[in-house]
């Protein structure tokens, strides 16, 4: 009978919680995590455009929309800094962030990877139509994976995480964001690069660039399983760049920014493939070697 009164009495507790109404937000971070969200629609807007050229811009339609998404991890990285700096830290905010997360990094490159990808088909002449078919058919696919895995992977989050900064020191999965960013630095390789070309006389159609652009459906199955997988990367910012660190990072760090100044395109593709890899292959040698795996550390963010 206690029991059975317990039970009743946190039940009645539970649905007095879920009816009380949402009085006070933060409205500067809530603003900012709007922003990530705005950003991956226009990313999406951009990318439906196809294959042309933004004039007064002077770039393409896909490389707009892959550097619109990576605006979006700028305003993603601003928000939570600033409720954390405000102390105004709430369930609102990680829900709200990952409402507007599954449109910048799952909805948003899976719809420029699709757009990219039929643009690409439709330009390849003599293409068997049974052939083309399938091929659409596989892409659509792997679109859909990428939505999917995405949104798993920020429900998992919600799920998961705490609001202990100070154990959040590496991320449960590959992070969306980062995810997100494999797909747009590709993009942005191949569309700046193959502009580069033109300009310079060269055929805009050079192999190399176009040769790395097939990869992207294979890159979004690949990036979809490392998101809800359990292999562990490390938070670059908690890790290597907060608090005092040995000279060697500063070295590198440097190298880093000489390698964005010789070729942004280039620096922001080996970058994400980089961070996507080195968690993987981390992973992969503690297999191998039969090491037991790093004790688990509470995630930062998506």
Not at 28 to 39: A, E, Q
Not at 120 to 143: D, Q, V
Not at 183 to 207: D, K, R
Request: aromatic share 12%; with cysteine.
């Amino acid at each position: 009978m206690r029991k059975f009164r317990t039970t009743a009495a946190r039940e009645g507790l539970l649905r007095q919680v879920r009816r009380q109404r949402l009085k006070y937000i933060t409205v500067l971070p809530s603003l900012v995590t709007i922003l990530n969200g705005v950003c991956g629609f226009a990313a999406i807007v951009f990318a439906s455009k196809g294959e042309g050229m933004s004039r007064p811009l002077n770039t393409s339609y896909f490389a707009l929309s892959a550097y619109i998404i990576l605006l979006a991890m700028v305003a993603d990285m601003l928000d939570g800094r600033l409720a954390r700096m405000s102390q105004s830290t709430s369930s609102f905010g990680g829900q709200l962030d990952s409402l507007c997360d599954v449109i910048s990094f799952g909805l948003a490159p899976a719809f420029l990877m699709l757009k990219v990808m039929e643009s690409k088909l439709g330009g390849i002449e003599g293409l068997n139509p049974m052939l083309e078919s399938f091929l659409l058919r596989f892409i659509w696919l792997t679109a859909a994976v990428f939505v999917s895995c995405a949104a798993i992977r920020l429900a998992r989050f919600n799920v998961e995480n705490e609001e202990d900064e100070s154990a959040h020191m590496s991320f449960m999965g590959l992070p969306t964001p980062a995810a997100a960013g494999v797909i747009a630095s590709l993009v942005i390789f191949q569309q700046e690069t193959s502009a580069e070309f033109a300009a310079s006389g060269f055929n805009a159609q050079y192999p190399y660039a176009n040769v790395l652009i097939y990869t992207l459906p294979f890159l979004a199955v690949w990036s979809a399983i490392l998101m809800v997988s359990r292999i562990r990367y490390p938070h670059i910012v908690n890790q290597f760049i907060r608090g005092k660190k040995p000279f060697a990072y500063l070295i590198r760090a440097l190298l880093f920014l000489c390698l964005i100044v010789w070729s942004k395109h280039a620096a922001l593709l080996l970058i994400f493939m980089g961070f996507a890899v080195s968690g993987f292959a981390k992973w992969l040698y503690l297999k191998a070697a039969k090491k037991p795996v790093p004790a688990p550390a509470m995630e930062q963010s998506l």
